[in-house]
């Protein structure tokens, strides 16, 4: 058990489709993340919420659209997505924003297909 | 801007037959370096941080080291269990704010039974 839970697990969709992904952590954490996780590349930061701030990765198309109700849920909303766009979504949680001795605590992730 | 670098990008290994993956970084200030292990369908799990130039870390058969320009991720005799994607993160410091992350690309290792 990772104690930061993503749902669903396998998500397939339309490019016409408006779905959300889910993510909720009860590890106490005051930070969460969405990581966009594609083959052969670094894991690419989408969005950032944390007690200080919200950041957000300028490069991440509008087709993406975060919420963060509560320091222990965030979602993912995802419309109008393009094939490009699957790949594997992580949530992870840190204590805050400044990475401590255990780093970030991941999701297993949202497998997400674009058809 | 932050880079880091992973190699090999592939390592097969025997088992018992120990090797090294190493992760190049520039950063303009280091806050810490991150090792993780992601297997197939998960998300990463953490294994070790390090923050200052000769600092050492152990774990079973997996130790890191860091000097000022690159760590190691060190494998004593693996087992076939150990088989998995090894991700290194770098995180800058800031004067205030996000303190960015930099992840590689990974180096994906296979041991043989």
């Known amino acids: 058990e990772t104690g930061v839970t993503q749902t669903p697990r396998h998500l397939v969709m339309g490019m016409t489709n408006k779905k959300s992904l889910k993510c909720e952590q009860h590890l106490g954490h005051n930070a969460m993340y969405w990581y966009k996780q594609s083959a052969k590349k670094p894991l690419e930061l989408m969005f950032v919420y944390s007690l200080e701030e919200r950041v957000e990765n300028n490069s991440v198309p509008s087709r993406f659209s975060p919420e963060c109700p509560n320091s222990s849920h965030l979602f993912l909303h995802l419309h109008t997505l393009q094939p490009e766009d699957s790949a594997l979504y992580l949530c992870a949680s840190s204590q805050d924003s400044v990475l401590g001795g255990r780093g970030y605590t991941f999701g297993s992730g949202t497998r997400l297909t674009v058809v | 801007e932050d880079q880091v670098t992973q190699s090999p990008e592939a390592l097969r290994l025997q088992e018992g037959e120990s090797s090294s993956l190493n992760c190049s970084y520039t950063v303009s200030g280091l806050r810490g370096l991150f090792w993780y292990r992601q297997d197939p369908g998960k998300g990463p799990e953490f294994l070790f941080t390090l923050y200052s130039a000769g600092e050492e870390k152990e774990k079973e058969r997996l130790k890191a080291t860091l000097t000022k320009k690159e760590s190691f991720l060190h494998i004593t005799a693996p087992k076939p269990e150990d088989s998995a994607t090894y991700l290194c993160?770098?995180?800058?410091?800031?004067?205030?704010?996000?303190?960015?992350?930099?992840f590689g690309t990974g180096t994906k290792l296979q041991v043989i039974p």
């Open positions: 993160a770098v995180q800058a410091e800031n004067s205030g704010g996000y303190q960015k992350v930099t």
